[in-house]
């Protein structure tokens, strides 16, 4: 692991606003380091999850220790970073975004946030590839993943466990609300808050239950706001169940159905703890906008994967910057374009002054 080239090109991605290149950062440094340098350490061995924990294990240690009595969240998400014109292949195809329900030509990455007491980790990511191609019932050709996502999830998770990351529950919305899922988290101590689908089977009752009385969740009359102990039609344990509502930005109405394997969280517990989850629609925010995810310059499948690594690594590098200076990852940008601005103007008064 060449950790000053990563250093160097993940702080390259915080500091440019527009088209990063191999050749842009080379001539940033003024010919110190050649572009051609720059493309090797982009194509040369793959930055994999290992060499991530590396990186981000000593801020995440410290963090735990200074805070013995926070709760950690493990909190699950993919996000899809549009290239509607590159070409097809196994890391660009067609994924189903369901934020807009419909596909989308993109890289589609599932993410693990660690988030504990304002901080947010990028633990891991997961890059959806799809290199098996087949032809569907129309004729139509498509591409498939080797691994579902779930199993996917289960294996960054896995991971967590091994590398003794201290958190206590995950969050994931309802894609990803498998009873595999559920018992395998169960199975290692920890508990999930996670969003259900409104057509998931449930029994308020332990008679309900043995009766096989399941009925769909937003047909249950479960009261609004208020967890109420209950069962899923297909998992064995006994579960907490909960209809938030909620107001969106346009006025209308919300409906959020949750379940949650821990049975003496209440209610504050349960609705803030499933809040949190939002903190990784922040980070897919500053993923894309802060850390140029979606302006690789490289078109071989080692250097891509790459690139996405060191966008990761940028957003981490942001929040320890978080921390120190209290600015978020936006206003750290908007003060680097600033002093950016400020720079170019003075070189253009100097330039026409001349």
């Known amino acids: 692991m060449n950790k000053d080239m990563i250093e160097l090109y993940s702080d390259y991605l915080i500091a440019s606003f527009g088209q990063t290149t191999a050749t842009g950062l080379a001539n940033l440094l003024q010919g110190s380091i050649y572009h051609d340098s720059i493309t090797r350490f982009l194509n040369s061995e793959t930055l994999t999850a290992k060499e991530q924990w590396q990186l981000i294990k000593p801020m995440l240690r410290q963090h735990e220790n200074a805070t013995p009595n926070a709760i950690g969240y493990l909190i699950f998400d ?42 947010n980790i990028p633990l891991s990511y997961d890059i959806i590839t799809k290199p098996n191609v087949f032809t569907d019932d129309k004729g139509k050709v498509k591409r498939k993943s080797d691994k579902t996502k ?17 958190f206590d529950y995950v969050l994931a919305d309802s894609w990803f609300s498998a009873k595999a899922t559920f018992k395998h988290i169960r199975k290692a101590n920890k508990h999930f808050i996670f969003a259900l689908k409104s057509n998931r089977l449930v029994a308020l009752t332990a008679d309900d239950r043995e009766k096989g009385n399941f009925v769909r969740i937003d047909e249950s009359n479960l009261p609004d706001n208020t967890p109420v102990h209950g069962f899923l039609n297909d998992y064995h344990d006994e579960v907490l169940l909960l209809r938030r509502v909620f107001t969106n930005k346009d006025g209308s109405t919300g409906v959020l159905y949750l379940v949650c394997s821990d ?18 629609e922040v980070y897919h925010k500053s993923l894309k906008q802060n850390a140029n995810l979606g302006k690789s310059p490289a078109h071989s499948q080692r250097a891509r994967f ?9 957003v981490f590098k942001l929040e320890c910057l978080k921390i120190k200076t209290k600015l978020n990852h936006f206003a750290l940008r908007t003060k680097l374009l600033v002093s950016a601005n400020q720079s170019a103007f003075a070189q253009l008064k100097a330039i026409s002054g001349a």
């Open 78 to 119: 993919d996000t899809i970073q549009p290239k509607p014109h590159t070409s097809v292949d196994d890391i660009n195809c067609w994924h189903y975004d369901h934020t807009q329900n419909k596909n989308v030509k993109g890289i589609n990455l599932l993410n693990c946030l660690y988030h504990r007491k304002d901080i």
């Open 306 to 314: 790459n690139h996405m690594f060191l966008a990761t690594y940028a």
């Open 263 to 280: 049975l003496q969280c209440d209610k504050d517990k349960f609705i803030n703890g499933y809040q949190k989850r939002w903190q990784v």
């Open 150 to 166: 779930n199993q996917r999830l289960l294996d960054m998770f896995d991971r967590a466990i091994k590398n003794q990351v201290k």
